[in-house]
């Protein structure tokens, strides 16, 4: 008998990151000598640039404990930097840095009062990080129909169902799973919504120097006073591991408290991003010209690799959104629904088993996401396969600065990717 009892916190329907546990199964799979087809997990693997690995290498010595809200000159150098990308007002004052974006999203429902409002579908870790706070959590209804379009009725109608004085609203544009950019006229729309019921906002935008062609638009553009965004170097640098990420807090009082009560969240549980990469930070948020021209050259790539997988669905008649930014694609099914019943596949859980179990392509079912588990949706990431070890994406970047235009790129030196699209098409003529 166990001597251990486990928090109520927890409960029998929290799982592991769904994202995180893919790529576990995924090299476990590779480790057993398999062939696996990794669209299933959303890594920006690109090599970290030089002048990033030379800033951490000279930060290394950077051991002492931090300002929590983060160092002075970080916090400057990101407010700066937002404020022109974003084209915001901002202030050192409204920048709280944070051990990646996830935690700072965690210290910020745990002090906002709220019901969390979702769109559908949204990130996998949206939904527990509430439920773990015992927030009710209420989804904005959306169908394959047109692409899960967010509409500010729907969003209105979705509030009208809580009961609390204030709501949280959490938007992420570019979105992930779907790759769609949240447009201006909408952003506008939404900001009204939002004025009218007491609704905060939190933004992640975290794939928004990642566009595809469209500038991205940031909800604080449009609601400043209530809209916290949420963003990091993980995407677009392809820093991941580094674990940094920057909250940018409304103005004026409100932002000074909120930032005062997560920053004592941050404090008993965090104590401070760490050292060096707050110090090698200053370079990535300096808008040196090197590098901001590789952060546009990995977003051109991603955005050709994504469009790549869309397109070969699109070929195969099966729909998705045209992505706009980062690197998903959101294919639905439902079109197959009798043939694939016919296959024991009823939802979209089943669909991602099967298409890993019969044709090695890894994927993830729309229903973490927060669709109804009987829509047969899939979210696949365009980020890994072809660039699975380091050497891979060292020479996708080296075919591309050759010379070699995307159209061969995609042809000639994406293989993994090819071979999926086949997968795709023998899984469909198999129905």
Request: hydrophobic share 40%.
């Amino acid at each position: 008998m166990s001597k251990i009892s486990l928090s109520s916190a927890i409960g029998s329907s929290l799982t592991p990151s769904p994202t995180l546990y893919i790529n576990e199964r995924v090299k476990a799979l590779w480790a057993a000598g398999e062939t696996v087809y990794h669209l299933g997990f959303g890594e920006a693997r690109f090599p970290v640039h030089p002048k990033m690995a030379q800033a951490l290498a000279e930060n290394a010595h950077q051991n002492s404990y931090l300002p929590g809200p983060g160092i002075p000159e970080l916090r400057q150098a990101a407010s700066s930097y937002y404020a022109q990308k974003l084209g915001i007002e901002l202030t050192p004052a409204q920048v709280m840095v944070g051990p990646g974006s996830k935690a700072l999203l965690y210290a910020l429902l745990m002090v906002l009062d709220g019901d969390v409002i979702l769109p559908t579908p949204s990130w996998v870790s949206y939904a527990p990080q509430a439920r773990l706070l015992h927030k009710e959590v209420l989804r904005i209804p959306s169908t394959p129909a047109d692409f899960h379009r967010l509409t500010s009725e729907g969003l209105a109608r979705t509030l009208a169902q809580s009961a609390q004085g204030q709501h949280i609203l959490v938007l992420n544009s570019p979105n992930n799973p779907s790759g769609q950019m949240l447009p201006a006229d909408l952003l506008a729309e939404l900001a009204e919504v939002c004025r009218a019921t007491n609704t905060l906002v939190i933004s992640d935008e975290l794939y928004g120097l990642i566009p595809h062609a469209q500038p991205h638009r940031s909800m604080a553009e449009f609601y400043p006073e209530g809209t916290i965004v949420l963003s990091g170097l993980s995407k677009h640098l392809s820093l991941g591991g580094w674990r940094l990420g920057v909250a940018l807090l409304p103005p004026g009082e409100d932002g000074a408290r909120l930032l005062a009560a997560a920053n004592k969240i941050g404090s008993e549980i965090w104590s401070c991003a760490p050292g060096p990469v707050q110090y090698a930070a200053l370079t990535a948020y300096s808008g040196d010209a090197e590098i901001e021209a590789y952060i546009a050259e990995c977003s051109h790539l991603h955005a050709v690799r994504t469009r790549y997988l869309w397109q070969g669905l699109n070929e195969l008649d099966v729909p998705s959104a045209e992505p706009q930014g980062g690197f998903y694609v959101y294919p639905n099914f439902d079109g197959r629904r009798a043939a694939l019943a016919a296959k024991k596949v009823h939802t979209s859980d089943d669909l991602a088993r099967h298409l890993l179990d019969e044709w090695q392509i890894a994927t993830l079912p729309g229903s973490v996401f927060g669709a109804p588990p009987e829509e047969l949706s899939l979210r696949l990431a365009a980020s890994y396969v072809d660039m699975e070890t380091e050497e891979k994406a060292q020479a996708i970047l080296a075919w591309k600065r050759a010379g070699i235009d995307d159209e061969t790129l995609m042809s000639d030196h994406a293989p993994m990717m090819n071979r999926s699209l086949i997968q795709f098409q023998r899984f469909l003529q198999s129905l």
